[in-house]
């Protein structure tokens, strides 16, 4: 068959949500729709309107003639309630702090509306209450799925609040999306591509192309990343080659890493990662074929050596800290795990200081690929009639200008290097001092740092992805069949059991 | 009644399930189906083979939206007799004009890549017609789903017939472009 007759058979099978838009028209009369309706009776109306203008306008002169004099600016045409666009954009609820992700999306949707007049934008915030949350996310994903839905997310890859305590697994608050990716791959969001790629004044050169391509599937471009991080491991050079420790096998993947410290034999010498699963395999899906491509073998070769780690650093602290205190106290620790973010930079600024030889070395995957994780997002919904206007109003989160102000205000709430990579390392350290200026000795106060110190924002990168509620989950099932925490001693499983019972979990989550 | 009820009817195995959508929704896709076969007897056997089908799939199926399940089916139905009817060159309804005026921007030799199928391509649709505008999707379909003529079209979307045909012809090469990028069209 031919592509034409091919096309319009295939048409019968196209997404209901599309089907929906055509039916108004499927009845024996046309339906008089609001335009037709408008554009008929526009000459009569036309007629009355002007004829009881002019009467108002006469009457005024008449009866009001001070009302020219008055001071009040004559304001230009409001639109009409059919002519306004509505959007509605979701964001999470982190807080009011002027810190937490959601004061420049509140502040620029006024400054949006009032250089728009068309476009009217209402703000719904994901509760951060468990128990109110979980009706809210219950709703929208009704609404999404019945072609629904906000019009723009802006949105954390993990809330904020998600953060668990990995011993005991304590709750964690659930993302909208449990897998952005799929979510892309379901099509959850409106393809942007032709937007993008007429955008003239967005700056693409700076943008970090790697990880703005994370948000496309093929030529589909779903997902605007904003932040990201990656995997990093802070040596003190010095240290580890006194324990004869080399740099570099712990730098190759992070498969190398754990074996490097576990024939070292000595777990004190570096904390717990927190996101071992996602940091470990660069690609676990394929959600076209809505597959599980980790193999178990891999899988199985990874729990042997993790096993062994797990067990020799079960009694450290997890990573990262988060003020000056912790950062001097682990000033004695050779090797810090952590995220491309503002402590990576506190300990580079450390170690400038006190002259010691310090490496950021970044983690890689199994496979020796160096995964970034996109931790801050915007998308337009699929089911957004108004794709251009969403579009224009998403954009502005990747200007130099927002992303910079963004930056000032430190990364703390939100996680992640600003996609527009280069140029904030000073912009970030300067925030940093006036915040910590009362904690910090003067000499740090007095340093300077740019991007020619933080060589890590130039280290290539192989793969992108979203960290996963079902990353954190194997996360934690894996460190629970790995060892007892209350009796803190391992726990003898057989790994292949392990491997085969994680890989069928991920195989039933993929299919739900 | 609302779907929601009827739905349950079927779940329910009540045959009253498919007299409350016939009375319903019956009108209107008879009418889509007389849009692509031309004739009236032809679009009343689509239309009972259409609810048969919904007797069947439901349950375990519970379409949401119930309208357009039902269209997809009464359509795809309605394609497949008319191709048929073609076949045996025994006419058509509207939508036969569109697949003539497709043939301006897809040429009888253009096919498709071999390996391709027809939910593939499906899914591909749903992405071009998610780039559209919500009115330019209402043409399009309007006029190659739903097999509407270009009056009512005009009618109904407040432009001129000579706007509409010119927009559908922007369209359909839209679509040619967005294949050919996709790599499909041989």
């Known amino acids: ?512 | 009644m609302t779907d929601q009820k009827i739905i349950e009817l079927f779940f329910a195995r009540s045959q009253d399930a498919v007299t409350e959508i016939k009375q319903k929704y019956g009108t209107r896709l008879l009418l889509l189906s007389r849009n692509i076969l031309g004739d009236l007897l032809d679009a009343e056997e689509c239309v009972n083979d259409t609810l048969l089908a919904a007797w069947n799939a439901i349950p375990p199926t519970r379409p949401n939206p119930l309208l357009a399940w039902l269209c997809a089916t009464v359509r795809n139905i309605s394609m497949n007799r008319l191709r048929g009817k073609r076949a045996e060159k025994r006419g058509g309804g509207q939508i036969c004009e569109a697949f003539d005026e497709f043939a301006d921007t897809f040429p009888d030799q253009e096919t498709l890549e071999t390996e391709f199928d027809r939910r593939e391509l499906a899914r591909l649709l749903d992405r071009f017609l998610s780039r559209l505008a919500k009115r330019d999707r209402q043409l399009f379909l309007g006029r190659y789903f739903a097999g509407k003529s270009i009056c009512e079209l005009a009618q109904f979307l407040g432009m001129t017939q000579e706007n509409c045909r010119v927009r559908l012809l922007r369209l359909r090469r839209k679509l040619h472009a967005f294949l050919q990028r996709e790599g499909i069209l041989e």
């Open chain 1, 1 to 512: 068959m031919n592509a034409r007759n091919e096309i319009l058979f295939a048409l019968s099978e196209i997404s209901p949500k599309h089907i929906r838009c055509v039916t108004p028209l499927l009845s024996e009369r046309p339906a008089v729709t609001r335009r037709s309706f408008m554009k008929k009776t526009a000459k009569w109306t036309g007629k009355i309107i002007g004829t009881a203008a002019a009467a108002v306008i006469v009457l005024g002169l008449i009866f009001l003639p001070g009302l020219w004099q008055s001071n009040t600016p004559l304001q230009s045409a409001s639109p009409t309630e059919d002519e306004t666009i509505h959007l509605t954009l979701l964001i999470e609820s982190e807080g009011t702090s002027e810190f937490c992700t959601n004061h420049y999306p509140e502040k620029y949707v006024t400054e949006y509306e009032k250089d728009h007049p068309s476009v009217e934008i209402q703000i719904e915030k994901l509760p951060e209450d468990v128990e109110e949350r979980e009706p809210v996310l219950q709703r929208i994903r009704t609404e999404i799925m019945a072609g629904k839905g906000p019009d723009i997310f802006l949105l954390p890859t993990c809330p904020v609040g998600s953060d668990y305590d990995l011993d005991t697994g304590n709750a964690y608050l659930e993302p909208l999306f449990q897998n952005v990716e799929q979510s892309m791959y379901g099509e959850k969001f409106l393809d942007i591509s032709q937007y993008y790629d007429a955008d003239m004044e967005l700056d693409k050169e700076g943008l970090n192309q790697a990880v703005m391509d994370g948000g496309c599937v093929g030529d589909a471009r779903y997902v605007l990343p904003l932040r990201y991080t990656v995997p990093v491991a802070l040596a003190d050079v010095s240290a580890l080659k006194e324990r004869k420790i080399d740099v570099n096998s712990l730098s190759s993947s992070v498969e190398s890493f754990f074996s490097t410290l576990v024939a070292y034999g000595d777990g004190s010498i570096s904390p717990q990662l927190q996101s071992t699963f996602f940091c470990a395999f660069p690609e676990i899906y394929d959600y076209k074929r809505e597959k599980v491509t980790l193999e178990q073998e891999k899988m199985t070769s990874f729990i042997n050596v993790y096993r062994e780690y797990v067990a020799l650093s079960a009694d450290c602290p997890v990573f990262p800290p988060d003020n000056s205190k912790d950062i001097e106290v682990n000033r004695e620790t050779p090797l810090v795990l952590d995220n491309l973010g503002e402590d990576v930079l506190v300990l580079t600024a450390l170690s400038r200081l006190s002259g010691e030889e310090t490496e950021v070395i970044p983690l890689n995957t199994f496979d020796g690929t160096l995964t970034a994780s996109v931790t801050y997002w915007c998308a337009v919904g699929n089911s957004c009639e108004h794709p251009q206007e969403a579009y224009d109003f998403i954009s502005h989160f990747l200007s130099p200008d927002f992303q910079k102000d963004q930056t000032a205000l430190g990364l703390g709430s939100c996680p992640g290097w600003p996609v527009r990579t280069n140029g904030f390392v000073s912009t970030l350290w300067n925030s940093y001092k006036e915040f910590h200026k009362v904690d910090l000795p003067k000499e740090i106060l007095e340093l300077a740092l740019t991007d020619e110190d933080f060589s890590i924002l130039q280290a290539e990168i192989g793969a992108v992805r979203f960290e996963t509620v079902w990353d954190r989950d194997m996360d934690m099932a894996l460190r629970r069949r790995l060892y007892d925490w209350d009796a803190m001693k391992p726990i003898t499983e057989d790994t292949n059991t392990i491997a085969q019972d994680i890989l069928d979990e991920l195989r039933w989550r993929i299919q739900e």
